[in-house]
């Protein structure tokens, strides 16, 4: 049997997974509605809290479907699908991905249309592996740090915030610098031609390109936001996401095509 990332086979194996993820999702529902029966609830209200939970996950869900789109070229389709559909994002899989193909000694890029089955399986076990210590670790570690959060809130609430904002902002740094990794690089000029130590030849600007895209999702964010607040639309906050993945992705081709970020 002949491999392809958008084998049929695999498209069966996924679809049996997101099937029983959403058995589960259906599940608990159906046990959550029959609970609140049973304790007099109101069932106008929970049934109108299904139907805006429904329509307000439509938002979300086109984040996900860029994720997948963007991630298809050299994964497929299938392999996205599964993780961004179960447990994953794009800011995680497509960091996973890439570093997986960089310890073959490949770009992601590079595999678009020509991936074999041992590179595909390399991949996709880094991807799913790596994501699985967090699963693991909630249950073991998750009671007892959030026990710890919450007695240095009560001894002293204004440091308790501080530290909780400072391990999210570690979180998101640790993805902030893979946009500036190419400006870290040392480069050796040629021919107004930029060698880094793979060899890989770019432009002298083609670092900048994730960098300005970066800043041009984040200042559409920030435009969002001062529309929330100065207009008081607060239905925006459910597409702010979505709205800034898509035009930051609009942005970068203008960027790459005028600073050069295409390996030579």
Known sequence: MEFHVNHPLLFVLVGIVVAVVLAQSVYFLVKAVRRAKEKGMDMTKIKKTIRSAAIFTIAPAVSIVIAVISLSQSLGIALPWLRLSVVGSLSYEAIAAANAASGMGKTLGEFAGNMDASSYITIAIVMTLSIM???????????KIQGGLVSFEKKDAKWSGLLQNAL????????VGYVFCDLSRLWTSENGIFTNSKGESFTSTSGLVPVLVMVVSALLMAVCGLLMKKLKWKWLSDYALPISMVLGMVAALPLTSWLGGAIV
Request: zero cysteines; hydrophobic letters at 70%; proline letters at 5%.
């Open 168 to 175: 999210f902002i570690g979180m998101i740094s640790a993805f």
């Open 133 to 143: 210590v967090g699963i693991w670790l909630v249950p073991l570690l998750g009671k």
